[in-house]
């Protein structure tokens, strides 16, 4: 059954054309509106409010850890995916915590994508679409010790190197590397680094795969499937 328009509005949506209508009410109120109790009043904050301004990052931040309501959900997270470094470096803190659409065990069966699968976690899909200059920011979150961070970043990671080539040097991949040493007895994170490496057509790229391909079991999928991209 098609969606009212009572029904979207309770979600949060409104159109552009609407949002034109509030372009002159003072930003003061549309940072009061970020916690206001009606969904669109949210969206419309979020469309507002600046993505590059850290009180105001922060706030962006605070309302979709417990923004229930779709569209004004996406409402924040398309702001917040224009945003700049500082932006990214504020994000990358909250990857893995919120919602609860993350990989924590190993999948049964490998992804059926036939292109970079979008990540799961909120955070980390929006990552993966900013502009490339925070891809130095996903990079560091791999020096850390945080699994649960270096877990999700593999898909920010893989996602924008997958659609932005150039980022596909050996350099970077050279970070990707690590984790199949550094968490070898961690089968979640070195599924996610054979996807990641996917992105990354190199020829170190290709003989970690291979490494990996000859097994039976979902991780031996997942490089199989990776290589299969990578000839495309």
């Known amino acids: 059954m098609k969606s009212t328009q009572n029904d979207l509005k309770k979600r949060g949506y409104i159109n552009d054309e609407e949002l034109q209508n509030y372009q002159d009410i003072p930003h003061a109120v549309m940072v009061s509106w970020i916690n206001n109790s009606d969904p669109v009043k949210r969206s419309i904050a979020a469309h507002y409010l600046d993505a590059a301004l850290k009180e105001e990052i922060i706030l962006l931040i605070d309302q979709l850890k417990k923004e229930k ?66 891809f130095p920011i996903l990079l560091e979150v ?5 699994v649960s961070q270096i877990s999700e970043v593999l898909d920010a990671i893989g996602f924008m190197a997958f659609y932005s080539p150039f980022l596909a040097t050996k350099k970077n ?13 961690n089968p979640l994170l070195i599924w996610k680094g054979l996807t990641c490496l996917s992105a990354f057509p190199l020829e170190e790229t290709k003989l970690i795969l291979q490494s990996y391909a000859c097994q039976s079991d979902v991780l031996g999928l997942e490089a199989q499937r990776s290589l299969h991209l990578l000839m495309k």
């Open 69 to 134: 309501c779709l569209y004004t959900r996406i409402a924040i997270c398309e702001k917040l995916q224009t945003g700049n470094t500082l932006t990214a470096s504020l994000m990358v803190k909250e990857l893995g915590k919120i919602g609860h659409n993350q990989y924590h065990v190993l999948p049964k069966r490998s992804s059926a994508k036939k292109s970079y699968p979008l990540p799961r976690d909120i955070i980390a899909r929006y990552l993966g679409k900013m502009d490339t200059a925070v």
């Open 173 to 185: 991949a050279e970070k990707i590397y690590t984790i199949f040493d550094r968490y070898k007895d």
């Open 142 to 146: 791999l020096d850390t010790k945080d």
